[in-house]
């Protein structure tokens, strides 16, 4: 996964174990929603941070809830008061297809 910006072009995002991850949406602050795939391909919702100059300065995995087998972020709200809302989705165990939302603190 990739972001762009004007002063410092193309960037790469990370994952959590450098085995991949995907971009999805991102908000005015900089915070971009998807997933990274770990090692065991198990993918999880991730929130990055990228800063003005377009570095990226954090990487967050989601919490899988129990039971689920793969989740994935796809859209970000602006934070308010301190609280962000991340909207996606869980995969069960079962291969059940599930809509969710984490909130942030």
Known sequence: AFVWSAAAG???LGSSDGCGASAEGINNAGQIVGMSTDKRGIRRAAIWTVDPSGTVTSLRQLDLPTGS???GGMGVSQS???VLQVAGYVISGSGRLAATLWTLR
């Open 10 to 12: 193309m960037r790469e």
């Open 80 to 82: 308010s008061g301190g």
């Open 69 to 71: 087998r793969s989740a």
